[in-house]
């Protein structure tokens, strides 16, 4: 396993990384060094096309066929590519698994994998990717672009496709494009590190400015509570009633009054949680039968997401208690909780981490290390015995129709991504 813990970032934010780049190794001295150049009108070609095709979770398999395509266009081996069974496992009926590709070395060194997911979330659904100016938008103002993940995608297979048309030398590697992250990370959860050759060094692109390293996230919990009410008629009998809704105001009520929702800080420790949707009620003149939520705890230390937890449970079932009709009965409550991802966090001196930083300083940039308080497929990694730093390639104002991708970001990443995989 990696060498991964727990332990809480005391306020969520960076944790920054001073490293000087090398002197003569800057961005616009690139090509002078002994590093290859990036095919930057490439993979501006890829990311143009792979924008275009629809790809939310469960339907990444368009998507996933025309990687391949590039992939063999560019002399890829038919035998080289492989798709596991992960989509048979998820709650989101999918079409396709994760898409495998796996290289043999040119040269002597541990296994390297660079990866990203192919899936968008639905307001993408429609995207048609224009150049504007230094970015890259959406034509239609009522989609968003999907460069959540597309960019990290086309960056990984624009590496891929230089490496085999320009037969530059590398160590062994593995290109991982992965399924249903944007709907539970379920890509990463279900693939096996013997499917990817068992990578010692791993690089996830995905996110902001390239000059982010991830290399921790929280851990997220996820619940669903049902309560069952009684109902009665509320004008001529509501006493007779237990409202399902009253139990559950009254329980997100006592975790507001005494500070287990929202953001969670106690003992010094740190965490949120939120209960984020609520489904009860047929009619004003009923007493509501039953209620549903769903609600979630995060948090870096896994002790403490677990008081999270435990106080949610116990102020649903408190509150049950409370609510009673006339002659004494009360309602009930059930609760469902799941984890959805573990909280990690990797060395300062994990090689993947190492190598991270090194890459982008040699372009002239200066690297900081980041802990994220949302999940990413590196929380699976890491749990699969893969750890996995996350990188950065120039998506902004995710999940929205606003989202656009940033050129001169995104072309960094494709430096930093083919630096990495020529180790």
């Given at each position: 396993?990696?060498?991964?813990?727990s332990?809480?970032?005391?306020?969520?934010?960076?944790?920054?990384?001073?490293?000087?780049?090398?002197?003569?190794?800057?961005?616009?001295?690139?090509?002078?060094?002994?590093?290859?150049?990036?095919?930057?009108?490439?993979?501006?070609?890829?990311?143009?096309?792979?924008?275009?095709?629809?790809?939310?979770?469960?339907?990444?398999?368009?998507?996933?066929?025309?990687?391949?395509?590039?992939?063999?266009?560019?002399?890829?081996?038919?035998?080289?590519?492989?798709?596991?069974?992960?989509?048979?496992?998820?709650?989101?009926?999918?079409?396709?698994?994760?898409?495998?590709?796996?290289?043999?070395?040119?040269?002597?060194?541990?296994?390297?994998?660079?990866?990203?997911?192919?899936?968008?979330?639905?307001?993408?659904?429609?995207?048609?990717?224009?150049?504007?100016?230094?970015?890259?938008?959406?034509?239609?103002?009522?989609?968003?672009?999907?460069?959540?993940?597309?960019?990290?995608?086309?960056?990984?297979?624009a590496?891929a496709?230089?490496?085999?048309?320009?037969?530059?030398?590398?160590?062994?590697?593995?290109?991982?494009?992965?399924?249903?992250?944007?709907?539970?990370?379920?890509?990463?959860?279900f693939?096996?590190?013997?499917?990817?050759?068992?990578?010692?060094?791993?690089?996830?692109?995905?996110?902001?400015?390239?000059?982010?390293?991830?290399?921790?996230?929280?851990?997220?919990?996820r619940?669903?509570?049902?309560?069952?009410?009684?109902?009665?008629?509320?004008?001529?009998?509501?006493?007779?009633?237990?409202?399902?809704?009253?139990?559950?105001?009254?329980?997100?009520?006592?975790?507001?009054?005494?500070?287990?929702?929202?953001?969670?800080?106690?003992?010094?420790?740190?965490?949120?949680?939120?209960?984020?949707?609520?489904?009860?009620?047929?009619?004003?003149?009923?007493?509501?039968?039953?209620?549903?939520?769903?609600?979630?705890?995060?948090?870096?230390?896994?002790?403490?997401?677990?008081?999270?937890?435990?106080?949610i449970?116990k102020?649903?079932?408190?509150?049950?208690?409370?609510?009673?009709?006339?002659?004494?009965?009360?309602?009930?409550?059930?609760?469902?909780?799941?984890?959805?991802?573990?909280?990690?966090r990797?060395?300062?001196?994990?090689?993947?981490?190492?190598?991270?930083?090194?890459?982008?300083?040699?372009?002239?940039?200066?690297?900081?290390?980041?802990?994220?308080?949302?999940?990413?497929?590196?929380?699976?990694?890491?749990?699969?015995?893969?750890?996995?730093?996350?990188?950065?390639?120039?998506?902004?104002?995710?999940?929205?129709?606003?989202?656009?991708?940033?050129?001169?970001?995104?072309?960094?990443?494709?430096?930093?991504?083919?630096?990495?995989?020529?180790?």
């Amino acid at each position: 396993m990696p060498r991964v813990s727990s332990r809480s970032s005391k306020s969520g934010a960076s944790s920054k990384a001073s490293v000087r780049p090398a002197a003569g190794r800057s961005q616009r001295a690139e090509g002078t060094t002994s590093a290859p150049t990036a095919d930057l009108a490439t993979a501006r070609r890829i990311v143009l096309d792979l924008l275009g095709i629809p790809g939310v979770s469960g339907d990444e398999k368009a998507v996933a066929e025309r990687i391949v395509k590039w992939l063999r266009e560019a002399g890829c081996p038919a035998a080289a590519i492989s798709f596991d069974s992960a989509h048979t496992k998820t709650p989101v009926k999918g079409n396709v698994g994760n898409l495998i590709v796996q290289l043999p070395g040119t040269l002597p060194g541990p296994r390297r994998l660079l990866m990203a997911h192919m899936d968008t979330v639905p307001v993408c659904l429609g995207a048609r990717p224009v150049v504007k100016g230094k970015v890259i938008a959406s034509a239609d103002p009522k989609t968003g672009l999907g460069g959540d993940d597309r960019a990290g995608v086309s960056v990984v297979l624009a590496t891929a496709v230089q490496l085999l048309k320009s037969k530059l030398p590398h160590p062994p590697l593995t290109l991982l494009f992965a399924i249903q992250e944007e709907v539970g990370l379920y890509g990463a959860r279900f693939v096996k590190a013997a499917d990817l050759g068992r990578p010692k060094l791993a690089f996830n692109f995905d996110g902001g400015a390239v000059e982010k390293i991830t290399v921790g996230a929280t851990g997220g919990y996820r619940m669903d509570i049902a309560i069952g009410g009684i109902p009665s008629h509320a004008g001529v009998a509501p006493e007779k009633g237990v409202s399902a809704i009253a139990i559950a105001s009254l329980a997100i009520a006592s975790r507001v009054k005494e500070g287990w929702h929202g953001l969670v800080e106690k003992d010094g420790k740190r965490g949120t949680s939120n209960v984020g949707v609520i489904h009860a009620g047929a009619a004003t003149n009923v007493v509501a039968e039953s209620a549903t939520l769903r609600a979630e705890a995060r948090g870096h230390d896994t002790a403490f997401r677990g008081r999270i937890v435990k106080a949610i449970e116990k102020a649903f079932a408190d509150a049950a208690k409370q609510v009673k009709s006339a002659d004494g009965r009360t309602g009930t409550v059930k609760v469902d909780g799941r984890l959805d991802y573990e909280a990690f966090r990797l060395a300062d001196d994990e090689p993947c981490v190492v190598a991270a930083r090194e890459a982008v300083a040699a372009i002239g940039l200066s690297p900081r290390l980041d802990i994220s308080n949302g999940g990413l497929d590196a929380n699976w990694m890491a749990a699969n015995g893969v750890p996995t730093v996350t990188l950065g390639c120039g998506q902004t104002d995710i999940h929205t129709t606003d989202e656009t991708l940033e050129i001169a970001a995104f072309e960094n990443a494709c430096r930093v991504a083919l630096r990495l995989a020529t180790g």
